[in-house]
């Protein structure tokens, strides 16, 4: 597997100026990356912009997935998509971009996930975007958030619900897949239903063969903690697991940080950590571990 980065770490310091694209490249080859996520939400970046950072990148061996923060069951969805397909295309046959079902179909408290006519809605809008972006060379991978991996098959459903619509009306296309980030699951204050640690796991086993890209970051009763560190879903079964049925791409996700000084510190810690632990190990790593 690879070990990548998402720009979403440094939220708050590209915000303010405190660092750019390009110093984050440096910042991925310094540190043995070797991929980075652009998340780019409304897709708003210049195209000249996105070229140059997969020159500096593709410069540096280092792989590039973009990222935004659709709602497949909004009216305007379809051009936020398509400016992130034209963004993701640049990078190559091949490149993925990271994209959501429906988050604003959650947001009531009563719920615990999506009803099942917003499970057929999103299943057909994922596969006409799939459509589109096969057109470009793109592959889609859903990323699961506030909705639960799995429904209760009757009053509510999740993710893997979608997958199964999508296979019952015509098969899962073959570009789209899974954004798989198994802390999101168990995350109590953002997923409507979350899961034990230990079904997180059969998931990844059951649907490996769906998985394109890997978000990680840890949690500790049931919340996100500030570096990767011991977590409730055990960090070597989970590689163990992943190691079995995947080898893309990793992308550590931990919390944004206020400062460039303390996004840095607590990579660093997080790498240490997983050093500490013997864990780089599953990674193919740019500079060694």
Same mark, same amino acid.
């Given at each position: 597997?690879?070990?990548?980065?998402?720009?979403?770490?440094?939220?708050?310091?590209?915000?303010?100026?405190?660092?750019?694209?390009?110093?984050? $490249?440096?910042?991925?080859?310094?540190?043995?990356?070797?991929?980075?996520?652009?998340?780019?939400?409304?897709?708003?970046?210049?195209?000249?912009? $996105?070229?140059?950072?997969?020159?500096?990148?593709?410069?540096?061996?280092?792989?590039?997935?973009?990222?935004?923060?659709?709602?497949?069951?909004?009216?305007?969805?379809?051009?936020?998509?398509?400016?992130?397909?034209?963004?993701?295309?640049?990078?190559?046959?091949?490149?993925?971009?990271?994209?959501?079902?429906?988050?604003?179909?959650?947001?009531?408290?009563?719920?615990?996930?999506?009803?099942?006519?917003?499970?057929?809605?999103?299943?057909?809008?994922?596969?006409?975007?799939?459509?589109?972006?096969?057109?470009?060379?793109?592959?889609?991978?859903?990323?699961?958030?506030?909705?639960?991996?799995?429904?209760?098959?009757?009053?509510?459903?999740?993710?893997?619900?979608?997958?199964?619509?999508?296979?019952?009306?015509?098969?899962?296309?073959?570009?789209?897949?899974?954004?798989?980030?198994?802390?999101?699951?168990?995350?109590?204050?953002?997923?409507?239903?979350?899961?034990?640690?230990?079904?997180?796991?059969?998931?990844?086993?059951?649907?490996?063969?769906?998985?394109?890209?890997?978000?990680?970051?840890?949690?500790?009763?049931?919340?996100?903690?500030?570096?990767?560190?011991?977590?409730?879903?055990?960090?070597?079964?989970?590689?163990?697991?992943?190691?079995?049925?995947?080898?893309?791409?990793?992308?550590?996700?931990?919390?944004?940080?206020?400062?460039?000084?303390?996004?840095?510190?607590?990579?660093?810690?997080?790498?240490?950590?997983?050093?500490?632990?013997?864990?780089?190990?599953?990674?193919?790593?740019?500079?060694?571990?």
């Amino acid at each position: 597997m690879k070990f990548g980065i998402t720009t979403n770490i440094f939220r708050e310091p590209l915000a303010s100026g405190e660092v750019n694209l390009g110093g984050l $490249v440096d910042f991925a080859e310094d540190e043995g990356f070797s991929a980075i996520e652009v998340r780019d939400d409304e897709a708003s970046l210049a195209v000249d912009n $996105v070229q140059d950072f997969l020159k500096d990148a593709g410069a540096k061996g280092i792989e590039v997935s973009y990222a935004i923060a659709n709602d497949m069951l909004q009216e305007d969805d379809r051009a936020l998509v398509d400016r992130g397909i034209e963004r993701a295309a640049l990078g190559g046959d091949g490149a993925i971009l990271r994209l959501l079902a429906s988050q604003s179909a959650l947001a009531p408290k009563e719920k615990s996930g999506y009803t099942a006519g917003e499970i057929r809605a999103i299943s057909d809008k994922a596969r006409e975007y799939a459509g589109r972006a096969a057109g470009k060379g793109v592959f889609l991978a859903i990323e699961h958030a506030r909705e639960p991996l799995r429904g209760d098959g009757q009053t509510y459903f999740g993710l893997e619900d979608i997958f199964d619509a999508l296979q019952r009306s015509g098969g899962v296309p073959a570009n789209i897949g899974i954004t798989f980030d198994p802390a999101n699951a168990v995350f109590k204050s953002l997923c409507k239903a979350p899961t034990e640690p230990g079904k997180v796991l059969e998931f990844l086993e059951a649907h490996s063969e769906h998985i394109a890209l890997v978000h990680y970051k840890t949690t500790s009763g049931g919340e996100p903690t500030p570096v990767i560190t011991d977590s409730d879903i055990d960090n070597e079964a989970l590689f163990a697991g992943l190691s079995k049925a995947y080898d893309g791409i990793v992308c550590l996700e931990i919390p944004s940080a206020g400062d460039l000084a303390e996004c840095r510190a607590n990579i660093e810690a997080s790498l240490e950590y997983l050093r500490k632990v013997g864990l780089m190990g599953y990674f193919a790593r740019k500079g060694g571990a």
